[in-house]
């Protein structure tokens, strides 16, 4: 095996990569014990590792396990205009800008997969989607029973309209019953009596038809009402207590938001003051729960199709089962009760909104207007997705078919989808929309279900986090797991079929589907900072908090909705799982006094299904210079070895042409799948370490966190990428 090293250093998406090395690791003897001591996790981590279990040897067993790969799709062209010449067969897998692959298959794909239509409402040429997955190498290198480019088995589209022709046949024959024998004179007043009376019972008989065809609509988007109501009363999901009258008038330790960051604080709070009493307000109707597995384990659950809502239930990665939920409903007491209880407890009033912090009076305001004073108050509002605007602008028809992802009730309603195989949208290259096509694509392998299309704008997967060569390689692993990847496209816009949504992409391709999930981000729950008259950064969005989490006195911001002062990193703002388990806990500390400063380096982690685990820390930020350093397989190496030998002279000069090299060899090889399998990258601002990614590296988060706090120029990172024994 060999050590792989990669530098970017251009600012803006690292265009170049340079092996700086290409030497043996050293020996492991070579450890520094020091830094190696300092992995061990701190105990406030708890809540983390309760999600994130997280072992090599658990990953490396279920890599080998029941979730083999599914086929590659293809590179997708970059532009589309039409080429009606070109030979499938010695079609090249990548083209110069201005080409493309679109074949001469148009017209005959167009009834063979309802998903993909040419020239959908007014018939167009149009270049399909449909066409690039037919043209590219999917056709060459898919094994056919694996293609996911082939239509699903099932075309519910199909099945659809059939019954929507059904129904409306059954509608007309009911509107019968004119056809008279009356007599002749009569015939003329007659007919006109008759045809007046068909034209009313085919009316009558379309809405029977409509209104049969919306019900089989609501099957899918929502609940009967008896249904959403024993849904709601299993889940809690009804305001509780049911009137805000029933609230404490005063509690010592007041919490807006019941996520992860306001729970954190609960927990450093009472192992602080073991009495103390914190009353939570959220606007959902739940208690406190984690987000990260509905967009990654909830989908892998084997028992999925069982309905999770009581408490999803799901599998961890290492095989052990939890739940959604941080407790269970007896943890909590009622908060009609709080004041009275001795012991203090956590109680959470759920499905109320705060809408005013008078942090000079200490007094919080719902939105009914009843009033509650606090002596320390924590906001932990947390973010909401971000919508494209086009698509909240669009009618109705359109927005039914449209939702974001951040609850569990949006696991519900998609897994309804993906339950009845339909073609699932998803828009967005980020974590959540990586992390949810790839587990909807799993899913619906497992399920014969329908397809999964990703379209963004940007040239690959992640690109705002992973340098852009990891980026290449990480669409392809998605591709590769049954995802069909549409990059360098934008929604165009989105009309409304019958049962189905398309969109056209600025590509010119045409996309039907039958729900559209964007991923597009989130923006920080700032809303009632305009009447709490609390500052707002204009750059980062947030509530501005200075480095112990204040924003005033006595009242504290932590999680997604805070923008705080990082001592190192300098201003910053983070939307993860692990800083708002950290600054929840700094902010729970300091609301009993602590005072401390926030100093703790928060992480992340991403997964791409069962095969790509990622961590991250600090500024992993693809617009800055990256080292990343990976393990080879030793065909890799072979390769690298020779290319290497044969310009022994040119080492560091011919450094960029090495680069193209590979990357071409990368681009055109989709089989090359080791090569960006396992390794290190570092993002550096003025040569020190300021980020470090762990791909598919696990516990090393604490090594990569000493040296970043080490804060110090290296001169060789291929010495530091050693301590991370990326062949272990
Ligand atoms: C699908 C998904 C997957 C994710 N996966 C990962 C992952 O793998 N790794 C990772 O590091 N991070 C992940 N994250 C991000 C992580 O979950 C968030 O960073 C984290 O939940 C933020 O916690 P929070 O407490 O700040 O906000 P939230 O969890 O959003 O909680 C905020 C709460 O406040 C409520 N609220 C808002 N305004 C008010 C108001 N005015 N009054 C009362 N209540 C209010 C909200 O309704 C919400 O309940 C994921 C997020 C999502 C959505």
């Given amino acids: 095996m060999s050590i792989w090293t990669v530098r970017c250093v251009c600012q803006k998406f690292c265009r170049q990569a340079h092996i700086l090395a290409n030497r043996r690791v050293l020996p492991s003897t070579k450890r520094i014990p020091a830094v190696i001591n300092g992995i061990s996790r ?20 279920l890599q080998a396990n029941k979730y083999p790969n599914n086929q590659a799709c293809m590179k997708m062209p970059k532009t589309v205009e039409f ?77 659809f309209h059939k019954l929507r022709r059904e129904s409306e046949i059954t509608g007309g024959a009911q509107g019968g019953g004119c056809d008279g024998d009356s007599e002749d004179e009569q015939q003329k007043r007659l007919k006109l009596k008759c045809l007046l009376g068909a034209l009313a019972a085919l009316l009558a008989g379309g809405f029977v038809a409509w209104m049969m065809t919306r019900k089989k609509e609501c099957e899918v988007d929502g609940d009967s009402p008896d249904d959403a109501r024993k849904r709601a009363q299993l889940s809690g999901m009804i305001t509780s207590p049911p009137s805000s009258e029933q609230l404490p008038k005063h509690v010592p330790y007041l919490i807006i938001g019941g996520g992860t960051a306001a729970f954190s604080a609960f927990r450093a709070i009472k192992s602080n003051d073991a009495r103390a009493k914190v009353l939570m307000i959220s606007n959902e109707y739940r208690k406190p729960y984690m987000r990260p597995p509905l ?116 696991f519900d309603r998609l897994r309804r989808y993906a339950m009845q195989k339909r073609s699932i949208t998803i828009v967005g290259n980020g974590f959540i929309g990586s992390e949810l096509a790839c587990s909807l694509a799993h899913y619906s392998k497992e399920n014969e279900g329908g397809k999964v299309y990703q379209v963004f704008q940007e040239k690959g997967n992640m690109s705002k986090v992973l340098p852009h060569y990891l980026s290449d390689w990480t669409t392809r692993r998605m591709e590769k797991q049954g995802v069909c990847v549409i990059p360098d496209a934008s929604i165009k816009s989105a ?31 700032t809303n009632i900072a305009g009447t709490s008259q609390l500052e707002v950064d204009r750059t980062l969005g947030g509530f501005v908090v200075n480095a112990e989490l204040e924003a005033r006195r006595n009242l504290y911001v932590a999680g997604d909705a805070s923008c705080f002062y990082d001592p190192l990193l300098g201003r910053r703002r983070v939307e993860h799982h692990d800083h708002s388990v950290v600054s929840g806990r700094l902010a ?52 690298s070895d020779s290319h290497t030998d044969s310009k022994p002279a040119d080492k560091s000069s011919e450094a960029p042409k090495q680069t193209t090299v590979v990357e071409g060899e990368l681009q055109c090889n989709p089989s090359d799948e080791p090569n960006y399998g396992k390794g290190v990258v570092f993002y550096l601002k003025n040569d020190k370490i300021v980020g470090i990614l762990l791909w598919n590296l696990f516990n090393r988060i604490g090594l990569a966190r000493t040296i970043i706090n080490q804060n110090k120029n290296y001169e060789d990172l291929n010495e530091v990428a050693k301590l991370f024994e990326i062949h272990a």
């Fill in 83 to 159: 080429v009606s010449d070109v030979d499938e067969d010695t079609q090249p897998p990548t083209l110069p800008t201005g080409q493309t692959q679109l074949g001469n298959v148009t017209a005959s794909v167009t009834n063979q997969d309802p998903q993909f239509r040419v020239g959908f409402v007014d018939s167009k040429s149009y270049s399909t989607a449909k066409d690039v997955l037919k043209s590219s190498q999917c056709d060459k290198v898919c094994p056919q029973p694996l293609d996911p480019c082939k239509p699903a088995p099932k075309d519910p589209c199909e099945e």
């Fill in 295 to 410: 967009s990654k384990e909830l989908w892998y659950t084997p028992n999925a199709n069982e309905d999770p809502i009581k408490d999803y239930r799901f599998k961890q990665w290492t095989g052990s089962e939890r739940s959604l939920y941080f407790e269970p409903d007896e943890f909590f007491i009622e908060p009609e009760k709080l004041a009275d209880s001795g012991n203090g407890g956590i109680a959470v009033a759920q499905g109320f909104s705060v809408k005013k912090v008078d942090a000079q009076n200490r007094i919080v305001t719902l939105n009914d207007g009843y009033q509650i004073s606090y002596e320390e108050c924590l906001i932990a509002t947390g973010c909401a997705p971000k919508n494209l605007n086009m698509l909240r602008d669009a009618p109705p028809s359109v927005r039914e078919k449209i939702m974001v992802y951040r609850t569990p009730e949006d």
């Fill in 42 to 61: 701190p105990a406030h981590n708890s809540l983390y590792q309760m999600v994130k279990k997280r072992t090599l040897e658990a990953r490396t067993k």
């Fill in 588 to 639: 729970g500390e300091n609301m009993t006094g602590a005072k401390k400063p926030y100093e703790h380096q928060s992480m992340f982690w991403s997964d791409l299904g069962p095969e790509i685990g990622y961590e991250g820390i600090g500024l992993v930020d693809a617009s800055l210079p990256t080292v990343g350093v990976f393990a080879l397989s030793k065909d890799d190496a072979k390769r």
């Fill in 495 to 525: 009309l409304r079929d019958e049962s189905q949504v398309k969109l056209e992409l600025s590509n010119g391709m045409t996309l039907l589907s039958d729900i559209v999930v964007v991923c597009v981000g989130c923006t920080p729950n």
